[in-house]
């Protein structure tokens, strides 16, 4: 079971880069590493996902070690908008339902 | 596209009644989700189907749990009888199929249905 644990809360300023991290020691060879934003009241909204090495998209970057065993989200220059729960999400459907595991998140708060 | 439709959107009930949560995934997704978020527990799959049929329900917590998908533009989360510990949001998500060497596609999540139970 690829459990994930990530820190509970971040701040963060306005303007500067956040880098949530999220450990997954039991990742499978067949998983892939997807992260998440949830706003209150919302559905979480997909950002990102990656197998390994960087992944960049027009919101985030996703930087994954060799080994696998963690992955860093990076948010460039936060806005007040990026006030939001992150979640990383470990797993594939080839495994069944518990193993999909999205844990309880990392609130990330952005202060003017 | 509307994107994913649940309804109701808030759901106050008694212990012991039957509550029926509702959802329509994005037209053409073949994968549907159903999810439960709460404090302690974060957010947890408890089953999802597959063009229509349960592929794996080891999430769902109970038998007083069930869920249908009698066709690919609707499925049903009934709790009966509900208990206080349910309250809950629970999330309806849809993605299209994939490789399933690939791995998981992008889910879609719908505004998810506030249940209190009393």
């Known amino acids: 079971l690829a459990k994930t644990t990530q820190p509970i809360s971040m701040d963060s300023y306005e303007g500067q880069e956040v880098n949530i991290t999220c450990s997954h020691n039991?990742?499978?060879?067949?998983?892939?590493i997807t992260w998440y934003q949830q706003f209150p009241s919302q559905g979480p909204r997909f950002i990102i996902q990656?197998?390994?090495t960087k992944v960049t998209n027009e919101v985030a970057s996703l930087f994954i070690p060799a080994d696998r065993k963690s992955s860093t989200l990076s948010l460039p220059r936060v806005s007040l908008s990026d006030t939001a729960v992150y979640y990383c999400?470990?797993?594939?459907?080839?495994?069944?339902?518990?193993?999909?595991?999205f844990g309880t998140g990392t609130r990330l708060t952005v202060i003017p | 596209d509307a994107g994913v439709i649940q309804s109701p959107r808030h759901e106050v009930t008694e212990m012991g009644q039957e509550v029926t949560l509702r959802c329509k995934p994005i037209?053409?997704?073949?994968?549907l989700f159903w999810y439960r978020q709460t404090m302690m527990r974060g957010l947890e799959l408890l089953i999802y189907?597959?063009?229509?049929?349960?592929?794996?329900d080891s999430g769902m917590p109970e038998d007083r749990f069930s869920a249908k998908m009698p066709n690919a533009s609707f499925s049903t989360l009934k709790i009966q009888p509900s208990e206080p510990r349910d309250s809950a949001v629970y999330f309806c998500?849809?993605?299209?199929?994939?490789?399933?060497?690939?791995?998981?596609?992008?889910?879609?999540f719908g505004p998810g249905t506030r249940l209190l139970v009393l």
């Open positions: 039991n990742i499978a060879t067949n998983d892939y």
């Open positions: 037209s053409g997704h073949d994968y």
């Open positions: 990656g197998y390994k």
């Open positions: 999400l470990v797993g594939a459907l080839l495994g069944g339902a518990n193993n999909l595991f």
């Open positions: 998500a849809s993605s299209l199929s994939s490789d399933a060497s690939v791995g998981q596609e992008t889910q879609y």
């Open positions: 189907f597959n063009n229509n049929v349960p592929i794996d």
